[in-house]
């Protein structure tokens, strides 16, 4: 089938790749020319491990190819995917300008009946919109088929997540459409959900909201076990094992960051409010999440009684390992908070390089582990990037002023740090 994907992100990108490799004559779309060339050359312009291998490969095979021409991409494919964004607005309600700007495109440039699939995560009530919106902006007659079907793929995995998702969910209300949609994903094994295109728009925000308390969930728990001498890891083991509670997610420390979680969690308070169906368990789900960064530094400053003229090395820019993405990444409000507090901050972080932002600011940034722990008076775990497991802890001892690490996400063995003497304190690690 040929398939036009509107918009080419993280999601975008990967969904072109994957269903190029399915069989598909895939065109990636994108206003931006700069992205377009370099993905052309089978180059990606992010980090994500595994795609631009397959990138290459579906790029030579010349099943997937690449434009900014949105007319004649839009008259040459009949179903037409968008993967724009959608951030969030200052009062946490999702921002619709890019969906907006697509459908009125799509609007603009049709010439025959079109099916469009929405892949970005949308507010209930959206597909409707976008239909409307497509129709506002079109002199053709022929009608457009919208089907929702939320894309679940996350950063650093998003090639094996969209290769082998856990379940499809497609949302529409028109057979044909949706019979479709179906026929594109013919290759893939996992359930396949038909459900109301408002089913399917929701699925997405609680499946997030969800995954979001759990992590609020073992985050507070884990606080308590710092209370009662616990080891939180014990207990999210304990509890993972049960099959109606499952392991994953059940990881505690910093907190849930990313392009996602932050702004799904805030669409979904926004719209429940509105709605006038507060959802009480979500909100503190958010609260909890707000305050863990504060929590971690609490302990450090009890630890070394002020933060002022200190050095902190504080290891891990990225919001979670195996990808670039710094967007609501903990490591901000930490070095924020620490340079606020006058200490002297130095980062690491193995792919991801600081913003001119924070160098200005006065943070300094080295490709050597080594050299971001020298003379410092606390390390402070950010990401748990798994290079840090490996770290020459003798060694680390002989450099740093104080050994002293605060572990964010509870990724490093103590019981290794204590034959060196480092203090160590995790969250729910007592
Ligand atoms: C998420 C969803 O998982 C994905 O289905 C959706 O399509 C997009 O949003 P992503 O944001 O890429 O994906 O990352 P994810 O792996 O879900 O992690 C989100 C955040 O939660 C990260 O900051 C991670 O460090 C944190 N996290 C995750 C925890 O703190 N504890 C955990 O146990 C798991």
Known sequence: ???????????????????????????????????????????????????????????????????????????????????????????????????????????????????????????????????????????????????????????????????YPDRIVIGSHIGDALETVTRIYKNWTCPLLQTTPRAAEMIKYASNAFLATKISFINEIAKLCD?????????????????????????????????????????????????????????????????????????????LKSFKGKKIAVLGLAFKPYTDDTRESVSMPVIHHLLEEQASVVVHDPIVALSEEWRNRGVHQSDDLYEVVKDSDAIIICTNWPQYEELDWAKIRNLVRHPAIFDGRNMLKPEKLNEWEFHYEGIGYP
């Open 1 to 163: 089938m040929r398939i036009l994907i509107i918009g080419q992100g993280y999601v975008g990108t990967t969904m072109g790749v994957v269903l190029a490799r399915a069989g598909h004559e895939v065109t990636g779309l994108d206003i931006d020319p700069k992205k377009i060339d370099s993905l052309k050359k089978g180059n990606l312009y992010f980090y994500e491990p595994g795609l631009e291998e397959m990138l290459r490969e579906q790029v030579k095979a010349k099943k997937l190819q690449f434009t900014t021409e949105a007319r004649q991409a839009i008259v040459n494919n009949d179903i037409l995917f968008i993967t724009v964004g959608t951030p969030s607005l200052e009062n946490g309600n999702a921002d619709l300008t890019y969906i907006k700007n697509a459908a009125q495109m799509i609007g603009r440039f049709k010439n025959n009946e079109k099916i469009i699939v929405v892949k970005s995560t949308v507010p209930v009530g959206t597909t409707e919109n976008v239909e409307q919106w497509v129709m506002e902006a079109s002199k053709d007659a022929s009608p457009v088929k919208v089907v929702m079907n939320p894309e679940f793929l996350r950063e650093g995995s998003a090639l094996q997540d969209a290769l």
């Open 227 to 303: 209370k009662l001498g616990i080891n939180v890891r014990d207990i999210s083991k304990g509890i993972g094992l049960d099959k109606r509670i499952g392991p994953s997610f059940l990881d505690a420390g910093l907190g849930y960051g990313g392009s996602c979680f932050p702004k799904d969690v805030k669409e979904l308070l926004w719209t429940a409010n509105d709605k006038q169906a507060p959802l009480h368990i979500l909100r503190e789900v958010e609260q909890v999440n707000q305050q863990q960064p504060t929590y971690l530094l609490t302990k450090t400053r009890q630890h």
